[in-house]
Structures are given as structure tokens and as C-alpha cells.
T-cell receptor, first 115, second 115 residues
Framework: DAKTTQPTSMDCAEGRAANLPCNHSTISGNEYVYWYRQIHSQGPQYIIHGLKNNETNEMASLIITEDRKSSTLILPHATLRDTAVYYCIARRSAISGAGSYQLTFGKGTKLSVIP | GAGVSQSPRYKVAKRGQDVALRCDPISGHVSLFWYQQALGQGPEFLTYFQNEAQLDKSGLPSDRFFAERPEGSVSTLKIQRTQQEDSAVYLC?????????????FGQGTRLTVV
């Protein structure tokens, strides 16, 4: 799986959009970009994933650059409950053989939403 | 509940003691994973089951670590002769067949402290 690079920490004012960047310059064509978050004392929670098109769901939007070397997770209206560590993971589809099923987490970005 | 359940939530063990950590996955989920999360770090893969078959145990740090899922449902992670470096949160995750780690649902984890 390609290595990803994220800022260690970020602050965001409550009610504003939180934009979390991720660099994955060595991503290969069959690797997806996944985002998980981990709220304090809880297990990681799946947020969203994409291959090359922008994606949106009820939790967030994912913007992937055209060259796929970086992406941004957008929380449109951050709340205090969004304070968490956000992990960006690049990995192949599960349906591609041994080793493709595990998730490789880095240290993530600690997002603090400020009242 | 409908989520992944882990027990106990907290465990304090004396160095040298054996411990057993339990994971109840979401009903019907074929894939089950164990991760270890040290303080301030992202989760790290330990082992993977598909039904009762342990398909990958490459992440287990030593032969003191043993995992089983005898009936393809509940799983137990056992650590023998615990050491201080085993102190961590142990996370269990499950997902449906064919998805591997994609969209895996995580439990809240068991925090193990070895004193």
C-alpha cells in the first residue's frame, strides 16, 4: 500500500468547514483512498473512500486531485463531536489477493474543533 | 447490540500473567481482524480470520500471542506471559465476506495495562 502523509494536528472553529489534507504521491492506479476517524476511547470509524472521482456521503466529502497524488477530506460544518484523529489510508481493493485486506494506519491528523 | 463487542474493556495484568481478550463480531460477518494500538500511534494489524480460518498472522509480535476463532464467530486473542511492552489497546474489527478490511466495523477495544 502507498505511503500517506498527513499533518500531525489541525484546529477548526465550530460550524466552519474542516479541510484535512493527505498526500499519497506514490499511489498506484488500483489503490483507493480511504478515510477513517477515531474518537477518543473508541475504535476507528469508516468515513468515506474513493478511487479518482470526488465522493460525498452524509458524513463528509472527499476531493481527489486529478493526478491522484493528494486528497482532501471535507467536513462541511464541523461540530465538537468531530474532534478526533483522522486517518488517510491508500490501499488496493480487497478483491486482489493476499495482504489486501488489512488496513495500514499511520499516525493520522488530530483535529480539534474549537467552540 | 448490533456492533462489535469486546470484553473486558479494561484489563490490568501483572507481568508474566496470561490474558484472554474476547471479540464478538457483528452477526454474519465473515472477516475478523485484530489490531494493536500503542499510545499515540495508529492501530497496527495483528491477524486476520475468514470464518474459522486464520489466513494471516504475520502481525503477531511474538509466539506469546495467539488468536483463535473456532466456530467462525467469537474470537479470542490470548497473550501468554505478558510483558510491559504488551500494554496497548487491542481492537477487533469485522466485515462482510469479500470486502476484507473495507468498511470494517471496529469495537471499542480492550485497554491492557501490564504492571
Amino acid at each position: 500500500d502507498a505511503k500517506t502523509t498527513q499533518p500531525t494536528s489541525m484546529d477548526c472553529a465550530e460550524g466552519r468547514a474542516a479541510n484535512l489534507p493527505c498526500n499519497h504521491s506514490t499511489i498506484s492506479g488500483n489503490e483507493y483512498v480511504y478515510w477513517y476517524r477515531q474518537i477518543h476511547s473508541q475504535g476507528p470509524q469508516y468515513i468515506i473512500h474513493g478511487l479518482k472521482n470526488n465522493e460525498t456521503n452524509e458524513m463528509a466529502s472527499l476531493i481527489i486531485t486529478e493526478d491522484r497524488k493528494s486528497s482532501t477530506l471535507i467536513l462541511p460544518h464541523a461540530t465538537l463531536r468531530d474532534t478526533a484523529v483522522y486517518y488517510c489510508i491508500a490501499r488496493r481493493s480487497a478483491i486482489s489477493g493476499a495482504g489486501s485486506y488489512q488496513l495500514t494506519f499511520g499516525k493520522g491528523t488530530k483535529l480539534s474543533v474549537i467552540p | 447490540g448490533a456492533g462489535v463487542s469486546q470484553s473486558p474493556r479494561y484489563k490490568v495484568a501483572k507481568r508474566g500473567q496470561d490474558v484472554a481478550l474476547r471479540c464478538d463480531p457483528i452477526s454474519g460477518h465473515v472477516s475478523l481482524f485484530w489490531y494493536q494500538q500503542a499510545l499515540g500511534q495508529g492501530p497496527e494489524f495483528l491477524t486476520y480470520f475468514q470464518n474459522e480460518a486464520q489466513l494471516d498472522k504475520s502481525g503477531l509480535p511474538s509466539d506469546r500471542f495467539f488468536a483463535e476463532r473456532p466456530e467462525g464467530s467469537v474470537s479470542t486473542l490470548k497473550i501468554q506471559r505478558t510483558q510491559q511492552e504488551d500494554s496497548a489497546v487491542y481492537l477487533c474489527a469485522s466485515s462482510t465476506a469479500g470486502t476484507g478490511g473495507l468498511g470494517a466495523f471496529f469495537g471499542q477495544g480492550t485497554r491492557l495495562t501490564v504492571v
